[in-house]
């Protein structure tokens, strides 16, 4: 392996550092914590997991932390009632529903109900069309994290050849605008793109967000490229990524390992976006640069 590995975990702990000791000062001036409400239906293992260590990582860095488990039947009005509750409670700075819901809930509609102010996920249309625009909104966590831990390993990103792997909402989509307000140059590749080894021989940076094992080659990489694995696989074999990795470490100049590359960074990206919400709702100053 020739490729130097991104420490996300590290990464992770400075940024929930610094966002503790600004949301100690945030405490100190408006006379409470910042808050966060997750809410989880049903009781999918993986998800379950993941709530419980948002939780623990929001108490960590000095914010209240609101749980909501329901159950799996839950209907569609109690969960928007829930929201709507959460929308008005004045203790609450971001509100987090897990995805995925169970079958049968209107994900959508459960998204585009949470006040746009409160959604620290960033997966509110208003949201999504402030980013596309450059407003200043909330930028989904996890593409977030990845243009934190791209700029720490290359400084300026501007002019560079972008290869985003996958077109979600959720991720290669915003991933695919932080890079053009970068001044990228932006390629959206996905599980229909023909020749995608054309497209990945240009690419200085690439982020592979399809949701399939092993599904970039190292082969197909530019040598030096650094790569973003966004990937959470779970196989036989383990966790593994989007990215082959024995064979992209030999080609590429810095790659994220999964686990502690990119996932730890999507929480603290969350703890973030929360202390964002918690000043802007206090109309207390916060220079986003600062963190
Ligand atoms: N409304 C909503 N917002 C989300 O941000 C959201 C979601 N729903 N649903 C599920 C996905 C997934 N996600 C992860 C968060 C942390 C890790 C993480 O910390 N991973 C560690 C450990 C991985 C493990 O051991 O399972 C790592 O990669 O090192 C991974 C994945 C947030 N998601």
Not at 4 to 20: H, N
């Amino acid at each position: 392996m020739t490729a130097e590995l991104i420490d996300g975990k590290k990464a992770a702990e400075r940024l929930r550092a610094r966002v503790a000791e600004l949301a100690a000062l945030f405490a100190e001036d408006a006379g409470r914590k910042p808050g966060l409400a997750v809410v989880l239906v049903g009781e999918d293992a993986a998800s379950s997991v993941y709530v419980r260590s948002k939780g623990k990582a929001t108490v960590a860095a000095g914010m209240e932390s609101f749980e909501h488990r329901l159950p799996a039947d839950t209907a569609q009005a109690d969960l928007i009632a829930l929201v709507d509750r959460l929308n008005a409670d004045p203790a609450v700075d971001g509100i987090l529903v897990q995805l995925p819901l169970p079958g049968g809930l209107d994900a959508q509609a459960v998204l585009t109900r949470i006040d746009p102010d409160k959604d620290v996920d960033g997966f509110h249309p208003v949201n999504a069309g402030r980013l596309a625009t450059g407003l200043n909104g909330f930028v989904p966590c996890t593409p977030y994290g990845c243009l934190m831990l791209l700029k720490a390993q290359l400084g300026e990103l501007s002019g560079l050849n972008a290869v985003v792997i996958g077109r979600s909402n959720i991720v290669g989509k915003p991933m695919a605008a932080l890079l053009t307000a970068a001044d990228c140059t932006v390629t959206i590749a996905h599980s229909r793109t023909r020749n995608l080894p054309h497209h990945l021989a240009h690419a200085d940076i690439v982020v592979a967000a399809v949701g399939r094992a092993g599904f970039v080659r190292g082969e197909w990489l530019k040598p030096g490229a650094v790569v973003i694995d966004v990937g959470i696989n779970r196989t036989p074999a383990g966790l593994v990524g989007d990215v082959e990795f024995e064979s992209a470490a030999s080609v590429a100049g810095a790659i994220t390992p999964v686990p502690g590359g990119v996932g730890p960074m999507t929480i603290a990206c969350l703890l973030r976006n929360t202390l964002v919400a918690a000043h802007r709702r206090e109309g207390i100053a916060l220079d986003p640069q600062a963190i």
